[in-house]
């Protein structure tokens, strides 16, 4: 059984995209949809939440919600909270499993997960893809000693890293992100069906459990045309001789 505002969600999405609430049009107000749905004023927020981080309504404040006159460009990628909007049914993915072999470690790659250069490493590549057009492609590095637990069926969902920690008795607990922005290579270009003017955002996250050992390593190729990047940091304060300084 879906929660009673992902339900209220698709079906408000089902309108706007049929048309039932044309573009530039006020929504009905919430007591009215709270009444239709029956749901509580809560459900109901969340549900037009939804609706505006995917970009269909904008709300005015003291007016209302309004369906934009176009979808917002992009979709939002949250770094810090991925497996929630996934498993919460925002973030909407379809997963397929490239490749799954045994390379040899790199001299960068051994470095980042503390083996040995030219040691076997799994080798994980995934295309995510969303609303029926691709969106990343993903590459996960690991020893083959903690991806022994991987089968075809966690290496292809979305929420993999949710998976392997219930599988394993392992919590992640830090993750160190490189942000870079390139042009796509020829297999980029073929995968993410884009041409070869689209830049591509990188990400590669390095991340640890909670005794400090290097798990994984985690690559991301981002369609720079299709996706917008977002996280939280949050800011710690530590006393100096100039005072508490946040960074």
Known sequence: MIPFYQHVYQTLTERI???????????????????????????MRRALHELALDGLVASRQGIGNFV?????????????????????????????????????????LAEKLS?????????????DSEGGAPLSVDEVFMPPARARVIDDAMAASPLFAH????KTHTQLVR????????????????QLQI???????????TIMD???????????HYRGDRCRLSGIVLLAQKKTKQGIVGE
């Not at 176009?70 to 770094?79: A, E, F, N, S």
């Not at 998976?163 to 219930?166: A, F, G, N, S």
């Not at 993750?175 to 073929?190: A, F, G, L, S």
């Open 115 to 127: 083996v040995q250069a030219g040691s076997k490493l799994r080798h994980l590549v995934r295309l």
């Open 68 to 108: 934009r006159e176009r979808p917002r460009d992009g979709v939002i990628i949250g770094l810090s909270n991925f497996t929630s909007s996934v498993a919460s049914g925002r973030l909407r993915l379809v997963r397929t499993l490239l490749a799954d072999e045994l390379i040899p470690a790199s001299a960068l």
């Open 195 to 205: 041409n070869s003017k689209v830049p591509v955002l990188v990400t590669s996250e």
């Open 17 to 43: 995209n049929g048309g039932v609430y044309a573009r530039g049009t006020m929504l009905p107000s919430e007591a009215q949809l709270r009444k239709e749905f029956g749901v509580s004023l809560i459900t």
């Open 163 to 166: 998976l392997w920690q219930q």
């Open 210 to 220: 909670s005794t400090e050992k290097t798990i994984m390593n985690v690559v991301t």
């Open 175 to 190: 993750t160190y992100y490189e942000i870079t922005v390139n042009m796509p290579t020829m297999e980029e270009q073929k």
